[in-house]
């Protein structure tokens, strides 16, 4: 890194983007097919390249979330007024509005949470994907008939549950929103989600180009509010049939005991700290590669990154050693500019989490191999970066090795066998995702069955599809939000009895 050039402000462009979409200026919540602000609090947006707030949006108060609910209980009964086949255009055509708008998207997505725009660029297009994906399910998703062993016609339905919450987080708010919205209005819900209140503008115009393309007003609703007040009103509301959180361990366990009380529901995509294990056999190279992926990519703002690397005692000096040396040379700074591969920490309260968690680190006895802090030549931007940082010789039992850090972050543990390996990897609470290096196919599978995680990469990291089921073991949640499961998740089925016979035998008691 050498010179740096971003100290600009991103305020003006992020308007008139977000002008382009919403047709005002001002921030709020998009209700019922329009932008609503109700009587909150002004809540800052702040550019995390520079530190400086770009712009403000309309906390939701009550009146909003009811507004919202009520909307999206209408737009249901509607959407379920249309054939499958015709949800299925409806969806479709929402691919093709975001692809037709992606530079703009991936622009304010970008410039407004941090992200590498080579990365949201991509991103964009995977989010299309994930409309396109399930408009296809929309005319498939059906139950079946079941051989009962009376003489009824038993069959079942696939119903939808009706008005879905979702709550989502600063790291990634597009691609998540696409996410959960697609499969919820797959299944015939309507939608009412809260994205972060640090990054809420790339869901509002999801919900924007949702109505665009056709859906009935009201049926995805976007709530720019906070979690406490908002997020919780909304799990709260009487309305509500299913809440899908995706969000850190401790809010996600608040949101299933509010919903609880309702008897509602919750799919819950909470945090982790995976372990990505490296054999001597691996590809080094490929090892290498991956293990940077795992964790630096996002800059370690990813509920799959590989936190935990593990690595077979005899390669583990050299493989450190290269390792550290690739990180020095990943480039580090603007989003907006297409070189960088790591942008800024979204927030300063997160950057100031990852210092400490860092700091501590080191006071209970790892190395730092590299990185540590915000890069100096980043220093005069006052954006909140931080540097790849690698820190060795982590013990099992150090915080670094217990708790999610959620930032370019990765503690080096070095094992002996490979039943050590499994064991490092399951001495953990979170199970979301894992990976192992190694060309010994029966020793990759072996592991793959035996690590504690809702997604496992042989030779591989990070590679997810809106096809393949996606969700966590143990404290990294439960249901699954992709691929055909969600699908499940996001409805109910119902089973009907249909009697054939002539003369039916009338029983008191249970038949079958
Ligand atoms: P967070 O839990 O603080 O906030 C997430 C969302 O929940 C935000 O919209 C926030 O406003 C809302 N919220 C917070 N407290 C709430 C409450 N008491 N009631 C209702 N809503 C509340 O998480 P974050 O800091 O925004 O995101 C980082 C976390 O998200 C990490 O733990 C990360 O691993 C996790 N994450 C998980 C996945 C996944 O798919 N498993 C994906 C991305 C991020």
Redesign the pocket.
């Known amino acids: 890194m050498s010179k740096v050039d971003i100290l600009r402000d991103p305020g003006p462009r992020i308007r008139e983007l977000w002008k382009g979409f919403a047709g005002t200026e001002e921030i709020g919540s998009f209700v019922d097919g329009e932008i609503v602000f109700g009587a909150g609090d002004l809540l800052d947006l702040t550019d995390p390249a520079t530190g400086k707030v770009f712009a403000q949006f309309k906390d939701a108060d009550a009146s909003v979330i009811d507004a919202a609910m009520d909307a999206a209980s209408k737009a249901q009964r509607e959407w379920m007024k249309l054939t499958a086949s015709a949800r299925g255009r409806v969806m479709n055509e929402i691919g093709r509005k975001i692809r037709e708008r992606a530079g703009e998207i991936a622009e304010i997505e970008s410039r407004s949470a941090g992200r590498p725009i080579r990365d949201i660029r991509g991103e964009v297009v995977k989010v299309a994907e994930m409309f396109e994906y399930y408009a296809g399910w929309c005319d498939k998703l059906h139950g079946e008939v079941i051989p009962v062993p009376t003489s009824h016609l038993n069959y079942t339905r696939q119903e939808p549950i009706g008005v879905v919450v979702q ?6 708010p597009l691609f ?1 929103g696409g996410w959960q919205i697609a499969p919820a209005i797959c299944a015939g819900n309507a939608v009412v989600i ?5 990054t809420p503008l790339s869901t509002l115009i999801l919900g924007v180009l949702c109505e665009a393309a056709g859906a009935p007003r009201g049926l995805v609703n976007v709530i720019g509010g ?3 007040t908002a ?2 009103a909304a ?1 709260a509301h009487k309305r509500t049939g299913l809440v899908v ?8 366990s ?2 299933a005991a ?1 919903a609880a009380k309702n008897v509602v529901p919750c799919i819950l ?4 700290k995976s372990a990505n294990i490296v054999f001597a056999d691996a590809d080094i190279n490929h090892a290498i590669l991956g293990a940077q992926a795992a964790i630096f990519g996002g800059a370690g703002q ?2 799959v990154a590989g936190s935990r690397l593990l690595v077979h005692r005899s390669i583990h000096k050299e493989f450190v050693e290269r390792y550290a040396a690739a990180a020095q040379k990943i480039p580090v700074g603007d989003p907006y500019a297409d070189t960088t591969q790591i942008g800024p920490i979204n927030n300063l309260r ?1 950057w100031t989490k990852i210092t400490e968690m860092v700091k501590q680190g080191v006071a209970e006895g790892a190395a730092l191999a590299t990185g540590g802090g915000r890069p100096e030549v980043l220093d005069a931007t006052g954006g909140f970066y931080f540097a790849p940082t690698i820190l060795d010789n982590v013990s099992p039992s150090a915080s670094l090795s217990k708790e ?1 850090v ?1 930032g370019p972050v990765v503690g080096v543990t070095p094992f002996d066998s490979e039943e050590e390996a499994v064991t490092l990897a399951n001495d953990n609470p979170y199970g ?1 995702a894992g990976a192992v290096w190694t060309q010994n196919v029966g020793r990759a599978h072996r592991i793959a069955g035996q690590v504690r995680a809702g997604t496992f990469w042989i030779n591989s990291y990070k590679t997810i599809s809106v096809m393949s089921p ?1 969700g ?1 073991f143990g404290q ?2 439960y249901g699954r939000s992709s691929g055909r499961d969600a699908l499940m998740a996001y409805t109910q089925t119902k089973s009907v009895w249909v009697e054939t016979a002539a003369e039916p035998a009338v029983a008191f008691g249970y038949v079958g």
């Open positions: 709550i989502t987080p600063w790291n990634a998540t809260k994205p972060s209140e640090l906070q979690g406490v997020g919780q799990v959180f995706v969000g850190s361990a401790h809010a996600g608040l949101i509010t995509e909470l945090g982790g990813s509920c997160q999610e959620f979301l996606f966590g990294s949640g």
